[in-house]
């Protein structure tokens, strides 16, 4: 019986480097389209619409933007 020799949850897998789906969408900081997009600020209204201001990696560590799922 042939066994694999490679580990398979090597460091540098792309499972093993990311354990939520890449998500794509707006940046509200750079006002551009990003990959890795977080949810920063929820803003919830009674009647209507709400929002919610997302940014990418880079202007969360640019602009020190805690995302909204990582608050205590």
Avoid: F
């Amino acid at each position: 019986m042939n066994e694999s020799t490679q580990d398979q949850n090597a460091e540098n897998s792309p499972t093993a480097a990311r354990t939520e789906p890449m998500t794509y969408g707006y940046c509200s900081w750079h006002r551009g389209y990003s990959a890795g997009i977080r949810a920063i600020e929820v803003v919830e209204q009674g009647s209507g619409p709400g929002g919610v201001q997302s940014a990418c990696g880079n202007c969360c560590e640019k602009y020190d933007l805690v995302p909204y799922a990582d608050r205590p």
